[in-house]
């Protein structure tokens, strides 16, 4: 199915997913909206007690942004994780030293209905933007209800037991984890206690928008 719409998109006049506007030569977002995305660290407490910031993300979940990520996800529109990934990658502090860039994962019923995971796309992007590899060492090894439907408390119970990380596939040093949205955060930390059980303590995070 995504193929398909990948497909009549390339047909079709295009408009921009964040504002509608018709698109020229741009791939992905229209100048205005690639101006309006800006990676900015942040720090989000449950992931690390320390008051350094430790997240990058493009900012909220509204607007053009919104727009871009549901068009990446439902839409079919893979070129946008070109621009939205390597806008990410722009935030991303070399301080923080990461080695590679670890996707959220879909479980395989729901990577198999969508045709590919976003998450996977963006870390790609980001990948080679820093120059590292996306490694798809985290797996989720049981399906789950939709975070999204959930309210906060149940998010956390959710995601008990949902993940694992294959040490053997990562490289030495500090790890990206990346998701498209995060929402209460439960989805990233259960990933991160997957990694942390796979002997990878340091980690940082990025995120589209929150
Ligand atoms: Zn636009």
């Known amino acids: 199915m995504s193929a398909l719409l990948g497909f009549v998109r390339v047909l079709l006049p295009r ?17 205005a909206c690639r101006t309006s995305l800006t990676p900015r660290t942040e720090w989000h407490s449950p992931m690390r007690p320390q008051p350094e910031p430790h997240l990058v993300t493009l900012g909220r979940y509204v607007g053009p942004t919104r727009r871009a990520v549901r068009a990446l996800k439902f839409g079919g529109a893979h070129d946008l994780s070109g621009v939205l990934g390597q806008t990410l990658a722009r935030g991303i502090p070399p301080g923080w030293g990461v080695s590679c860039v670890v996707p959220v994962p879909l479980h395989t019923s729901r990577q198999r209905e969508r045709g590919f995971n976003q998450s996977m796309l963006l870390a790609e992007v980001v990948g080679r933007e820093l120059g590292i590899p996306a490694v798809p060492a985290v797996r989720r090894i049981r399906a789950t209800a939709q975070q999204a439907k959930l309210h906060a408390a149940d998010r956390s119970a959710n995601l008990v037991g949902a993940f694992r990380a294959d040490a053997a596939l990562l490289p030495r040093g500090p790890v990206l984890l990346l998701d498209d949205v995060m929402t209460s955060g439960a989805t990233l930390l259960a990933c991160r206690d997957a990694l942390n059980a796979a002997g990878v303590h340091q980690l940082y995070y990025a995120v589209i928008a929150r």
């Open 15 to 31: 408009s921009c997913p964040g504002c509608g506007r018709q698109l020229g030569a741009e791939a992905g977002l229209c100048g």
